[in-house]
């Protein structure tokens, strides 16, 4: 072993712990709810005061495991240790391997951080903190203009959202902080917006204060959700997060970190609450992401990018899931699909390590060479696509369906359901696109790409373990508790899916859909068939304008360049006349005063009694008349 | 043996002495090595601090507290003039004050064992020490300005300790002429006051503060008690002298006059103050000249609240045109005087907290810079910032400690420094009215001396240093100097600066203690004390 794996073997054995510790405490969570109290400690309390906490105020870090967090505990280890030891298989260049682990290994903390706190203050703190893990590992290929430059860009967009996010911790804070629950005479000291399962904090108050408020911070909320889980219209940086190192994408940009936006919204609508108009946007956003990115990864030729848009799209139902107030079933789908779409990256990555590049176009007949990894895509491709029984049907199905419940009540809903229910042909279409272009055929398009092989044992058997995930995971349905769980989850808001004849409809329509866009994949690229659109087609500016990813990359490009640019430059005006010449203009004073005091050796002595009856002249000058002044305009007092 | 009947409630003040007096004849007898010396004033400094430890309550040093419950915070009877109270505020200073001292001390032994003045210099430290902790009890104007004059005395002289080196004779000289006339400004105005009130003692005043019918001649008192005390805190527009003065000073007495003797300008501030202050309650009363009697109150405080914010925002904007890392350091110390004052100005509980707090942060924060510059500049590193290029990386452990004290002055989280600014700012909130501004103001001014401090951090940790421009003095044999180099900065040096280090975090992740031993000392003094 070189001494430059060290490093990773030491994260291997370190997050295989995590994962025993971290199924061990979500398994008996969710078996045995309650099982672990709320660990609170202080971290600073203000003593009592005249004024909005005449409680006093405390800053809380604390952990928390309830069932969603055991939930997400249980991805956020499983996910962790197997990209982990893929790693091992898969990164063998030289530099920056120890940085390569660190850095994994710090997200992995802040992620289980995150899951695991207790209020929204410390789950922001470890927000951020994933954030600039995804930062580093975005670019962790810096010399790459690329790389680099997608690590700036999934900053920036996402710090959009960051600021949205705490603006709506703001604004909650603010409304709750005024209003007070009815009666208390004020906040208790150390009710500061927890997100405990045991005590939803705010909705047992009932949503008093402002609603116009409530509502806006709500879209705050799902402003920052909407960056980090890359939802419409701050999608654009999660296709060029790509740039990373595949288990990076695997880990990070599908199975846990983008997911963090969809927890958000789970942990703020069953513990805060979301206004109907806020739920309605949820929707729209989610059910319009699911569609809008899924016409994207129809025709990207990157294999990659491919599987991107696609963790877009499906991150857009479980937000869709969780908008219609079915926040457990949101997380569900989030639960099965970190393990598919964990799979399908890995599976991509065993593909990119063998044959060295992530164009479709260029590969062809692989299966004959890796079978494994052959078999593990198509897993997760069956997954992905909603077939029973794999685990994407069970958590897909019961998002339409508990959207579905909601139509009734909520007859805005329509075009969202409908769209993400045409997101299902897609998604059955691109990702069997997707595998017939790189795996049937009888060899590669690209000649030069004949001698590939399946990984090391480390890259092998997380392949294997996440498959039996896939295959197995929507299993988890028919745990009784876990049914219970999904129904509890519903909320105040919402009925439970019943499974009944309606959703045997439903089923029955999706997974016929699912079957036809495999179907179309089928016919149009399989056995090595390359379908190219006629270039007189009405289609290709259609064609284009995906490719082009509805242009909303060089809009963005274009605010960036001419809007913020400008503003900067005025500001870096207004840094340079206006402040700087305050600033001058002190140091002219004030050396004109420092100079003549520096004069010791001449032993004067009059220039310090000078100085001093300066100072005194000042003095008296806002004593007795500025003070006064001011005293008077105060009001009296 | 009853250390209470022994010793009575002045044992820290009797230890510094007899630490003092026992330098001065150790001094006669000839032995005047630095490290027996300075182990004498670091032992009488860390002694009396346990005792003091010890009657703030802290149960595990219950055994050596001197001072019994019926002697802390008492209630004054109506008509008493004490000379002197103990109140656990006070007592909180004190352990600031001897903190101080204790680590200016600590370091200290690490200077080369035959300098000479080392007796002078421990001496006078102690000697300086004890006025300030005669400053912490005081409840009589002419009590509390002599104790201040012990300190400001011992100062003078310490600055010029070295009696060679001409920078610092002229900075003594600086420091002396300038005291000296401030000195009588509190005078006069405390004489001026005497003829208002009738009296010198602060309980008599506070009970009176609002009610004497001599308008002019109260706020001109006041005026001059604040011009002199102003001197000593460093407040604008008072302030010019201290950054010569700072920058003379030979660097470890330098870190002594702003980590501890000019917090003894803002506490007389506090004792001052508070009484007339707090007398009338912010917003309440009418116009400041009314019906004979005068509405000292809000006049005083928003004269005091105009010197917080010019204080922070001058020091500040001074600070970001410095090129010496000394001086830059100076004007920083005189911006933190004005968050300091903010606490003041506002006067109640949760602000005087946050005051508080600020200075106990800072006196980690600003004796530890100083000391780790002394360190590097004896190490033959230049006075210029960019002197400092690659030290971090040179000397890991150095530039991370150093590091982590600009962190806490810049305020980070996670730090002390974010701790008592977020205490001090929250309190100016929750006080509303104009002192919402106050809050703004220092938010500002914090934001401002990020770049300042972020610029000292990048120097070190980012910029290369030219060949040969970084001294390997430290380095024997011109290897990189191990990890745990003590060499060249000297091991007691580097104790100290690591146990800086050490608590600049671990108050900062872990508060709560402090901040609530502290939080209750205010809440006793404001209701107690003079």
């Known amino acids: ?637 | 043996m009853d250390l209470s009947s022994f010793a009575g409630p002045f044992l820290p003040e009797i230890l510094l002495l007899a630490g003092t007096l026992l330098i001065f004849l150790l001094d006669v007898l000839g032995i005047r090595r630095i490290e027996v010396t300075g182990a004498v004033a670091a032992g009488a400094s860390a002694l009396a601090l346990l005792f003091v430890v010890a009657d703030l309550g802290f149960a595990p040093l219950a055994f050596l507290a001197n001072l019994s419950a019926g002697q802390v915070d008492v209630a004054i009877a109506p008509g008493a003039t004490p000379l002197y109270a103990f109140t656990s505020l006070g007592l909180v200073f004190q352990g600031i004050f001897l903190t101080a001292s204790f680590l200016v001390a600590l370091a200290s032994m690490s200077r080369p064992s035959n300098e000479r003045g080392a007796p002078i210099f421990f001496g006078l430290l102690l000697l300086a020490t004890l006025g300030m902790l005669l400053v912490t009890i005081a409840s009589d104007l002419i009590f509390l300005l002599l104790s201040v004059e012990i300190v400001s005395i011992s100062t003078y002289l310490l600055v010029a300790y070295t009696r060679k080196d001409v920078r610092s004779l002229e900075a003594a000289m600086k420091f002396y002429i300038i005291g000296a006339l401030s000195t009588t400004l509190s005078f006069f105005g405390a004489s001026l006051l005497y003829g208002a009130y009738g009296t010198t003692n602060l309980f008599a005043i506070r009970a009176v503060a609002g009610s004497v019918g001599y308008p002019v001649l109260v706020l001109l008192g006041y005026g001059f008690l604040i011009a002199g005390l102003a001197f000593k805190a460093t407040l604008v527009p008072f302030h010019a002298w201290a950054v010569d003065v700072y920058d003379g000073a030979p660097t470890d007495v330098t870190a002594f006059l702003t980590g501890g003797s000019k917090k003894v300008g803002l506490f007389a501030i506090f004792l001052v103050f508070l009484g007339p202050v707090l007398f009338v309650a912010p917003g309440a009363g009418g116009s400041p000249f009314s019906g004979g009697t005068v509405n000292i109150g809000p006049v005083l405080q928003v004269t005091l609240a105009i010197l917080a914010v010019l204080t922070m925002t001058v020091g500040n904007v001074l600070a970001l045109l410095q090129k010496e890392m000394k001086r830059m350091l100076a004007y920083s110390s005189i911006s933190q005087a004005g968050y300091m004052l903010i606490g003041i100005v506002i006067g109640t509980s949760p602000a005087l907290t946050g005051a508080t707090l600020q200075m106990f942060a800072n006196v980690f924060m600003k004796t530890g810079v100083f000391l780790v510059v002394a360190g590097v500049t004896a190490l033959g590193v230049g006075p210029l910032i960019d002197d400092w290029k690659g030290l971090g990386t040179r000397r890991p452990l150095l530039g991370v400690a150093f590091g982590l004290m600009l962190l806490s002055l810049a305020g980070v989280p996670l730090t002390l420094g974010f701790v008592s600014k977020f205490v001090l700012f929250s309190s100016a909130v929750e006080a509303q009215g104009y002192f919402v501004w106050l809050a703004v103001a220092g938010l500002l001014n914090s934001a401002l001396s990020v770049f300042y401090y972020a610029r000292v951090l990048k120097v070190m940790f980012f910029d290369r240093p030219e060949p040969d421009a970084l001294p390997t003095g430290a380095v024997a044999g011109g290897s990189e100097p191990s990890l745990l180099a003590a060499g060249g900065l000297g091991y007691a040096r580097a104790t100290a600066i690591a146990l800086i280090a050490v608590a600049v975090v671990a108050f900062g992740v872990y508060p709560q203690p402090v901040l609530g031993a502290i939080s209750n000392a205010a809440q006793h003094f404001i209701h107690v004390g003079p």
């Not at chain 1, 996910?79 to 790693?87: D, T």
């Not at chain 1, 500061?192 to 399962?197: K, P, Q």
């Open chain 1, 1 to 637: 072993m070189r001494r430059l794996e060290w490093g990773g073997w030491v994260s291997v054995a370190f997050s295989g712990a995590a994962m025993v510790v971290g199924v061990l405490i979500g398994v008996g969570e969710m078996v045995n709810p309650g099982t672990y109290t709320d660990v609170r400690y202080t971290w600073l309390h203000l003593a009592p005061a005249p004024g909005p906490f005449p409680n006093g105020f405390s800053l809380v870090v604390g952990t928390l495991v309830d069932p969603i967090s055991a939930l997400m505990l249980i991805v956020v280890t499983v996910v962790g240790f197997l990209v982990m030891l893929y790693s091992i298989g898969y990164m063998h260049q030289d530099r920056g391997l120890p940085r390569y682990y660190a850095e994994l290994s710090l997200f992995l903390t802040a992620m289980s951080g995150l899951v695991l706190a207790d209020n929204l203050l410390e789950f922001f703190v470890f927000w951020e903190l994933v954030g600039v893990c995804s930062y580093f590992l975005i670019g962790f290929y810096y010399e790459k203009p690329s790389a680099a430059s997608a690590a700036k860009e999934a900053f920036i967009v996402t710090r959009v959202g960051d600021i949205m996010f705490l603006l709506g911790i703001f604004l909650y804070f603010y409304n709750f902080a005024l209003a007070g629950p009815a009666g208390s005479g004020g906040w208790a000291a150390n009710g500061f917006l927890f997100v405990n399962g045991n005590q939803p904090y705010l909705l047992g108050h009932g949503l008093g204060g402002n609603s116009t408020l409530l509502t806006v911070a709500g879209i705050m909320i799902l402003g920052g959700a909407a960056g980090k889980s890359a939802q419409f219209p701050l999608h654009v940086w999660l296709p060029d997060a790509m740039e990373g190192p595949t288990t990076v994408s695997a880990l990070i940009h599908a199975a846990t970190m983008v997911a963090a936006g969809v927890y958000l919204l789970a942990v703020a609508s069953l513990f805060l609450g979301f206004t109907s108009t806020d739920q309605l946007a949820i929707v729209g956003i989610g059910g319009f992401t699911a569609f809008f990115a899924a016409t994207m990864a129809v025709v990207h030729p990157d294999i990659k990018r491919v599987i991107a848009y696609s963790t877009i799209s499906q991150l857009g139902y479980m937000v869709m899931a969780v908008g219609a107030g079915f926040a457990m079933v949101g997380l569900f789908h989030l639960f099965t699909h970190a393990f598919f779409k964990a799979l399908l990256f890995l599976a991509a990555g065993s593909v990119i390590h063998a044959v060295g590049t992530q164009d479709l176009f260029k590969m062809g007949g692989l299966r004959k060479t890796m079978r494994l990894t052959a078999i593990a895509f198509a897993v997760g491709g069956l997954a992905l696509a909603g077939i029973p029984p794999f685990a994407g049907f069970w958590s897909k199905d019961d998002i339409l369906s508990a959207v579905y419940s909601q139509l009734g009540s909520h007859p805005a809903y329509w075009p969202f359901f409908l769209l993400a229910f045409a997101a299902v042909f897609l998604t059955a279409y691109y990702i069997f696109r997707a595998w017939f272009l790189a795996f049937s055929g009888d060899h590669p398009r690209d000649p030069s790409l004949g001698h590939a092989h399946e990984g090391p044992w480390t890259m092998q058997v997380p392949l294997v373990l996440l498959s039996a995930l896939a295959c197995g995971a929507g299993l988890l349905i028919f745990v009784p508790g876990f049914q219970s769980l999904l129904l509890s989850g519903a909320g105040a808001t919402g009925i439970p899916p019943v499974y009944g004849t309606t959703d045997l409809l439903i089923s029955a329509a999706s997974v016929a859909l699912g079957v036809s866009g495999i179907a179309l994949a089928w016919v149009l690229w399989g056995n090595g068939r390359v379908y190219a659109l006629p270039e007189t087609s009405a289609a290709q500016p259609v064609r284009r304008l995906l490719l082009k990813r509805y242009y909303f990359k060089i809009g963005y490009d274009w605010i960036g360049a001419k809007g913020v640019y400008t503003i900067a430059r005025a500001a870096d005006f207004f840094d340079r006349f206006v402040i700087d010449g305050t600033v001058h203009g002190f140091e002219r004073a004030f050396a004109l005063v420092s100079n003549r005091l520096r004069r010791i050796q001449s032993g004067v002595v009059s220039d310090y009694a000078a100085y001093v009856v300066a100072g005194l002249i000042a003095l008296f000058v806002i004593l007795l008349i500025v003070a006064p002044y001011v005293v008077s305009r105060l009001g009296g007092g």
